[in-house]
């Protein structure tokens, strides 16, 4: 083994790039990183091969003034950290590293002048050369370009993928630009423009980065406070989701980044109110004091600590929870239902003499507003979807998903019926050891069941509207769901079932108890309920205007 020694400073500096400089992502970063801290309204990115050969950020900030130039480049040389506040970080760098990790795997120049001064300054580094200063005339801004990352890192370069890291940093532009609407960013790649925005009020940056199909089904939320913290957003309705959640946005005091808590509770909402492995489109903007957060974490500065999150974690899951469960879907505008003729099995149908009408009562009942509009009940197709009229058009509700919601809300309430004396059960091998395996989450939908082995067990209570028989194929059903809660294992085994002919009064009776409900537009499951047919869409489907 070598003696130990102290690395010399070209050495560590390498070093503290392996974490804070891992990839052309981690540049543009940075770079971004500082021009926003440096007032700039108006940000140019240029890339070649993704980043690799060159990454060039301009902006028009305040700039840099020629005495603090003397210190670019010297590790946790900073004007962002005033004393020992770093505990109340308000900028978005802080460690005074970027630039000297940077410089230990690229050849670099700055160039820069603040307004106040008649000349800028120049400051290059290239390969092992000591970092050059000189004085230059140019406006009021900096301009950084960081050449051939990586050429003295072999293994690193080799591995490269240009048209990967190209795709990163154009999904993070266009991240920053809807967390930062008030600054223009313009986004190239070997002369190609691949991403601008001006700056602009919110609404035309989700429009800028999403597109106006999006941007139009957005659900705006907030503000709210909890305590001294403020958060606002959108968020894309149950009919609008992707495979993946990279447009999933958190920005706390501006810094994109996560909160764990936050990410848990945002977990538990998708899992309610979407399909399973589907995002949404999302921005959550947080404001906090500085004091409140702690963004010292990782070099990475992408994982933020928050004092008092599990109150804000709790707030923002249960104003999502309301915004979606009150959401319709809607078929997407490109969507069109026109029947043509060649659709049709004949040509010569004629016209019969009679009226139309429904079936007796449909069409007279009306179930008033809860957490859905007033209701109009109109009939019921292929014996599946109940058709309803509202003040906005029409919908088609799965009636067994909406008997899905309505018990799962109940079990979710956790009302039960005790027995007295308890009711003795015999059950399988299979069945036992289905219920030990899922004991607790029996215990938590109300069915509370003593086992004594080998084959039998004591049913103490079960919840209101269940019967001590329903258990076994609650528990096989929920076998086949195992990925799926509990609860909406149960609520799927015990709803009404598709092409389930129901009487006027059925209808009405679960309508309305769907009308109570806190979501009664998605099923536990994250299936939609009801299907909305407003009247802009009918209109623009038959042309009427």
């Given at each position: 083994?070598?003696?130990?020694?102290?690395?010399?400073?070209?050495?560590?500096?390498?070093?503290?790039?392996?974490?804070?400089?891992?990839?052309?992502?981690?540049v543009v970063r940075e770079l971004v990183d500082n021009a926003l801290d440096a007032g700039a309204r108006h940000i140019d990115i240029?890339?070649?091969?993704?980043?690799?050969?060159?990454?060039?950020?301009?902006?028009?900030?305040?700039?840099?003034?020629?005495?603090?130039?003397?210190?670019?480049?010297?590790?946790?040389?900073?004007?962002?950290?005033?004393?020992?506040?770093?505990?109340?970080?308000?900028?978005?760098?802080?460690?005074?590293?970027?630039?000297?990790?940077?410089?230990?795997?690229?050849?670099?120049?700055?160039?820069?002048?603040?307004?106040?001064?008649?000349?800028?300054?120049?400051?290059?580094?290239?390969?092992?050369?000591?970092?050059?200063?000189?004085?230059?005339?140019?406006?009021?801004?900096?301009?950084?370009?960081?050449?051939?990352?990586?050429?003295?890192?072999?293994?690193?370069?080799?591995?490269?993928?240009?048209?990967?890291?190209?795709?990163?940093?154009?999904?993070?532009?266009?991240?920053?630009?809807?967390?930062?609407?008030?600054?223009?960013?313009?986004?190239?790649?070997?002369?190609?423009?691949?991403?601008?925005?001006?700056?602009?009020?919110?609404?035309?940056?989700?429009?800028?980065?999403?597109?106006?199909?999006?941007?139009?089904?957005?659900?705006?939320?907030?503000?709210?406070?909890?305590?001294?913290?403020?958060?606002?957003?959108?968020?894309?309705?149950?009919?609008?989701?992707?495979?993946?959640?990279?447009?999933?946005?958190?920005?706390?005091?501006?810094?994109?980044?996560?909160?764990?808590?936050?990410?848990?509770?945002?977990?538990?909402?998708?899992?309610?109110?979407?399909?399973?492995?589907?995002?949404?489109?999302?921005?959550?903007?947080?404001?906090?004091?500085?004091?409140?957060?702690?963004?010292?974490?990782?070099?990475?500065?992408?994982?933020?600590?928050?004092?008092?999150?599990?109150?804000?974690?709790?707030?923002?899951?249960?104003?999502?929870?309301?915004?979606?469960?009150?959401?319709?879907?809607?078929?997407?505008?490109?969507?069109?239902?026109?029947?043509?003729?060649?659709?049709?099995?004949?040509?010569?149908?004629?016209?019969?003499?009679?009226?139309?009408?429904?079936?007796?009562?449909?069409?007279?009942?009306?179930?008033?507003?809860?957490?859905?509009?007033?209701?109009?009940?109109?009939?019921?197709?292929?014996?599946?979807?109940?058709?309803?009229?509202?003040?906005?058009?029409?919908?088609?509700?799965?009636?067994?998903?909406?008997?899905?919601?309505?018990?799962?809300?109940?079990?979710?309430?956790?009302?039960?019926?005790?027995?007295?004396?308890?009711?003795?059960?015999?059950?399988?091998?299979?069945?036992?050891?289905?219920?030990?395996?899922?004991?607790?989450?029996?215990?938590?939908?109300?069915?509370?069941?003593?086992?004594?082995?080998?084959?039998?067990?004591?049913?103490?209570?079960?919840?209101v509207g269940f019967e001590p028989g329903d258990l076994i194929g609650i528990l096989e059903h929920a076998g086949t769901e195992s990925?799926?809660?509990?609860?909406?294992?149960?609520?799927?085994?015990?709803?009404?079932?598709?092409?389930?002919?129901?009487?006027?009064?059925?209808?009405?009776?679960?309508?309305?108890?769907?009308?109570l409900t806190t979501n009664p537009t998605t099923c536990p499951h994250g299936q939609p309920i009801i299907l909305q047919l407003d009247?802009?869409?009918?209109?623009?489907?038959?042309?009427?205007?």
């Amino acid at each position: 083994m070598a003696p130990i020694r102290v690395l010399p400073p070209t050495v560590a500096a390498r070093i503290a790039a392996g974490e804070v400089i891992t990839r052309p992502l981690s540049v543009v970063r940075e770079l971004v990183d500082n021009a926003l801290d440096a007032g700039a309204r108006h940000i140019d990115i240029e890339l070649s091969q993704g980043g690799y050969d060159l990454i060039a950020v301009h902006d028009d900030g305040g700039g840099i003034c020629s005495a603090d130039c003397q210190l670019l480049g010297i590790r946790h040389a900073t004007s962002k950290l005033p004393l020992d506040a770093v505990l109340e970080i308000s900028t978005l760098g802080f460690r005074g590293e970027a630039l000297a990790s940077i410089f230990a795997v690229a050849d670099v120049e700055i160039r820069t002048r603040v307004s106040d001064e008649a000349l800028g300054t120049r400051v290059t580094r290239e390969a092992e050369m000591p970092i050059q200063r000189a004085p230059i005339a140019r406006r009021t801004g900096t301009s950084v370009e960081v050449k051939r990352l990586f050429r003295r890192m072999p293994v690193r370069r080799n591995s490269a993928d240009p048209a990967s890291e190209q795709r990163l940093i154009l999904r993070w532009v266009t991240t920053c630009a809807l967390v930062n609407p008030a600054v223009g960013f313009t986004l190239r790649n070997d002369d190609r423009v691949l991403f601008s925005s001006r700056p602009a009020a919110f609404q035309e940056a989700l429009e800028n980065a999403w597109g106006a199909s999006v941007a139009q089904r957005l659900l705006p939320f907030g503000p709210l406070l909890c305590g001294d913290v403020q958060f606002d957003g959108v968020i894309s309705g149950p009919s609008t989701h992707r495979s993946r959640r990279d447009q999933v946005v958190v920005s706390v005091n501006g810094r994109m980044c996560s909160v764990p808590e936050l990410s848990q509770a945002l977990e538990r909402v998708w899992r309610e109110h979407l399909p399973r492995g589907r995002y949404p489109y999302l921005v959550l903007r947080i404001c906090a004091p500085p004091a409140a957060i702690d963004v010292n974490i990782h070099p990475s500065k992408d994982v933020v600590a928050m004092s008092a999150v599990s109150g804000l974690a709790a707030l923002v899951e249960r104003e999502l929870h309301a915004v979606l469960g009150r959401a319709l879907y809607q078929p997407a505008d490109t969507v069109r239902l026109v029947l043509r003729d060649s659709s049709l099995d004949g040509h010569s149908a004629s016209e019969a003499t009679a009226g139309y009408e429904t079936g007796t009562g449909w069409g007279q009942r009306i179930v008033e507003a809860g957490s859905l509009p007033r209701l109009r009940i109109v009939g019921q197709v292929d014996d599946t979807l109940i058709v309803c009229e509202t003040a906005n058009g029409a919908l088609l509700i799965d009636q067994h998903r909406a008997h899905e919601r309505v018990i799962f809300e109940r079990l979710r309430d956790r009302s039960q019926q005790r027995f007295a004396p308890p009711i003795p059960l015999h059950l399988s091998g299979h069945a036992l050891r289905l219920v030990e395996e899922r004991n607790d989450e029996l215990n938590d939908a109300g069915w509370i069941i003593e086992l004594c082995p080998p084959h039998s067990a004591i049913l103490h209570a079960c919840p209101v509207g269940f019967e001590p028989g329903d258990l076994i194929g609650i528990l096989e059903h929920a076998g086949t769901e195992s990925n799926a809660p509990f609860l909406a294992a149960v609520a799927c085994h015990n709803a009404i079932r598709k092409r389930q002919p129901l009487t006027v009064d059925a209808a009405e009776a679960l309508l309305a108890a769907l009308t109570l409900t806190t979501n009664p537009t998605t099923c536990p499951h994250g299936q939609p309920i009801i299907l909305q047919l407003d009247h802009r869409f009918l209109e623009r489907q038959f042309v009427w205007r």
